[in-house]
């Protein structure tokens, strides 16, 4: 059995892009023990296409579009090629549904061709199947009633031909399935992936709308913020639901501004560009990194929202704190203990070595002066940037760096510790100690 290559394209959404390949790795497993060639599904290019939401809110969004190519071969069975399935249009007499193998392309005059007829036995009976086949030498069509290809082609087993084709119809029809919005909603194993875009600007929507409640707090009568999102989007194919849900929009005035829309990709773009952090921090980046989220992820991805806003109060806050090197003072003395209240996490780094992590934590007085603490073990947890901390700890040395006078201490603890006193800062750089 000599076989022929057939490439089908299909241009498909990329929340829909893992159901597909679901689908089609079901279609291989049963490929392998009919012994037909596995289908090969490849995304060969991808393109971002503005897209509204089928439901109220009507949020307008970019998202991808994937170009997915499936890959298969038909069977050639002693010579001929199976172009097409003739079965009858009851309603239409004399003419005949015609389902062309995805990649061939089937003589129009089958269309109307009298399905009594068998090329073969030319024997005239009703038949509910007919196949046209191509004899690849000569270029021939000919039209063969199901029970006679088996004789037709010489004994050899129909089966593998008709699996073939079947095979391939299949995969035509999940690619085009799969091109569709409603996507999977009938499918006990589709799992819904939504764009990540429009599950952001969503949940950007809901916040304003109904405050932010995360998955700790939800209760009977709060559900958590995603978890709300998530229903809404979820695709429904059965109008009373869907009916249901442009009510709930409706009801709860969930307008989109543009804000939420701006929001939602600045706060998507922070989090994927966010390469220091906590656990948190850097688990908000994986989830948020891929085009889609699935209801796995939807927990983490939700809160990018109220992170990124807390965030962007931080840095605006921290922003006009700004450090006037040329005036920073030393403080404290050196081998005192002091308290350090209410200084600013400007920053902190990581080192790792031969004796394990180091974090160095730069801390900013309120009178704007530099504290920097050499910590073992990592820090970042503890001193996230932006937050007000207080420590109390050991002044090592009054160091400079790059024309900067800063205070080094060790030894710290977070808060007021022990009987150490609060730092000194002097409001006039000139009165403090030299
Ligand atoms: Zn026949």
Known sequence: MKNETRTETFRVPVENVSHLTLKVDGLNKRARRLNLTPLRIEIVGSETVKRVTSLPPFVKYTSEVKLIEIVGESPVLAGHELIARLTPAEDCEGENF???VPGKSCPVEYRTVDMKTCDH????????DTFVLL?????????????????YLGHASPEALLAGAEFLFEAD???SESESDYYGSGDRNFEYHSPIELFTAM????????????????????????DGVWRHLLPV????????????????????????????TKALDWARNNADGNDYIYNLRLACTPETVSRKTIGLVASVISAYNRNVEKLVELHARKIDDANCVHIGEVGVRAVFEGCTVRGTRNFESDYGVTTLVTLSTPAGNI?????????????????????????????????????????????????AKPVVEAADPALAPA
């Open 135 to 151: 004899h690849t030498e000569s270029g021939k069509h000919t039209v063969v009633g199901r029970n006679c290809i088996s004789d």
């Open 98 to 100: 015609v389902r062309t």
């Open 237 to 264: 194919a059965n109008k009373s639901a869907r009916r249901d849900k442009e009510d709930f929009a409706r009801k709860n005035n969930l307008t989109v501004t543009d804000d939420d829309l701006e929001v939602a």
């Open 173 to 175: 029809s999940f690619g």
């Open 203 to 226: 949940t950007a929507i809901f916040i304003r709308r109904f405050g932010w409640t995360p998955r700790s707090k939800a209760d009977e009568r709060n559900s958590a913020t995603a």
């Open 371 to 419: 504290v920097k603490w050499w910590a073992s073990g990592d820090k970042t947890e503890d001193f996230p940037v932006g937050d007000t901390v207080t420590i109390t700890g050991t002044v090592k040395a009054h160091d400079e760096y790059k024309g900067r006078k800063e205070t080094l201490v060790n030894r710290c603890k977070m808060g007021v510790s022990g009987k």
């Open 121 to 128: 036995c030319k024997t005239r009976r009703v038949r509910k």
